[in-house]
């Protein structure tokens, strides 16, 4: 069966310091990836996604940047975090077809404190 | 485009008490309509999908109707349990350039009291 991870849960950083979210996914090969953000009293809103390895587009302009290194690895990333990154970041994945139905899977969502 | 608007809470109930939270969405193409829950910490599960019109989509007691005339999928539960006190999210995903994503609505939180 297939299973999404990401790390670390929960971390509190620094304004201006950078930034790492990892995830990765078992037993699926050619996954679509994603990235939402959660802020708080706010809906979901995707960050990233990725078809393939390299291959990365961004739904929002913003301070962090996304790649894809590995088939079934995803990192989110920033070089200086700033107060409004604060968040609950959530990695995602789902088959690789075109149907509208296929389901996507949400890791265990890591928290982000900016201070 | 696309967007997916659901009944602002927080919704409160009695234990046993029967539960609708009101979702509506406005898409082009033939959607398919999902809604997960967030439990307390946690990150978002599957709760129940329907991929075409007057599909019916069920799980734990749960159920939603794809409803393409009134453009709603309203989530439903008989009895709540104390333990489905969680965030509740309605969502689409669209056919054509935008299918590779999921649009969500800002999420209900339900809190089931004892």
């Known amino acids: 069966s297939q299973t999404i991870h990401q790390w670390p849960a929960t971390l509190v950083q620094p304004v201006g310091s950078p930034l790492s979210l990892e995830c990765t996914v078992e037993?699926?090969?050619?996954?679509?990836l994603y990235w939402y953000r959660q802020a708080a009293g706010r809906g979901l809103q995707l960050l990233f996604y990725?078809?393939?390895?390299?291959?990365i587009s961004s739904e929002v302009p913003q301070n962090l940047s996304a790649s894809r290194p590995q088939d079934r690895q995803f990192i989110l990333s920033s070089k200086k975090l700033l107060l409004s990154d604060s968040g609950f970041y959530l990695c995602?994945?789902?088959?690789?077809?075109?149907?509208?139905?296929?389901?996507?899977?949400f890791g265990e969502g890591s928290w982000l404190t900016v201070v | 485009g696309d967007s997916v608007t659901q009944m602002e809470g927080p919704v409160t109930l009695s234990e046993e008490a029967f539960l609708t939270i009101n979702c509506t969405y406005t898409?082009?193409?033939?959607?398919?309509l999902f809604w997960y829950v967030q439990y307390p910490g946690e990150g978002l599960q599957l709760l129940l999908k329907?991929?075409?019109?007057?599909d019916k989509g069920s799980n734990k007691g749960f159920e939603a109707t794809y409803r393409k005339e009134t453009t709603s999928f309203h989530l439903e539960k008989g009895s709540v349990q104390v333990s489905d006190s969680a965030v509740y999210f309605c969502a689409l995903r669209n056919s054509g350039g935008s299918n590779y994503k999921l649009t969500f609505g800002k999420g209900t939180l339900l809190t089931v009291n004892p």
């Open positions: 037993g699926t090969s050619n996954p679509n």
């Open positions: 995602a994945w789902s088959v690789f077809t075109g149907g509208t139905g296929n389901t996507i899977y």
């Open positions: 990725s078809v393939g390895i390299g291959q």
């Open positions: 898409a082009t193409g033939y959607p398919s």
């Open positions: 329907a991929t075409k019109a007057d």
